[in-house]
């Protein structure tokens, strides 16, 4: 199947095709759908592997990946030998917390007074791009204005008013 020496595999639809090994299993998929009148089948032990019927029981007996194979079962078959003690997880309601533990989803529904992030940014100095999604050239002109004028005056208001901390001979837009 593979040319020694070489990372080349033929192919085992038209033994003219010589594929690099790490393109081999595309090209399988290509070759089995333009060869539909070659009946193959597939190796359980290597998807790569494809046999002719008659081949199939005596390659299923001498394939290279079936150690491969057969040592992944019997670390499995280890693996399931292996005692296992079952814990018990106790299923806690919210009514059976006690006052010292959290329950956010109940203290969400007596608080509906949460953190708005929308909100929160409305009032600071930061500069905010929500109101720009998915929105027409003209909306997003006013957008820019209206968040202008929101920077300007929240700028205002921690200065106090703007004029008292001005320095004399600066121009100020």
């Known amino acids: 199947m593979s040319d020694p020496g070489t990372d080349l595999v033929t192919c085992p639809y038209n033994i003219a095709h010589s594929i690099q090994r790490r393109r081999f299993d595309n090209h399988l998929m290509k070759c089995s759908k333009n060869y539909p009148n070659i ?48 814990v018990h997880i106790q299923d806690n309601k919210p009514q059976d917390l006690d006052d010292d533990e959290e329950d956010w989803g109940l203290e969400a529904q007596r608080n509906p007074n949460t953190y708005n992030p929308t909100e929160a940014a409305a009032n600071k100095n930061v500069i905010r791009t929500s109101g720009l999604k998915n929105a027409t050239p003209s909306e997003r002109k006013l957008f820019r204005k209206q968040e202008k004028e929101r920077l300007e005056r929240i700028e205002q208001e921690q200065n106090g008013g703007g004029s008292q901390n001005n320095i004399p001979g600066l121009n100020y837009k």
């Open 39 to 86: 009946k193959l089948m597939t190796c359980k032990f290597n998807t790569k592997h494809r046999i002719k019927a008659e081949d199939h029981e005596k390659h299923m007996m001498v394939c290279e990946d079936k150690a491969a194979h057969d040592a992944r079962i019997l670390q499995a078959r280890r693996m399931n030998s292996i005692p296992v003690t079952k």
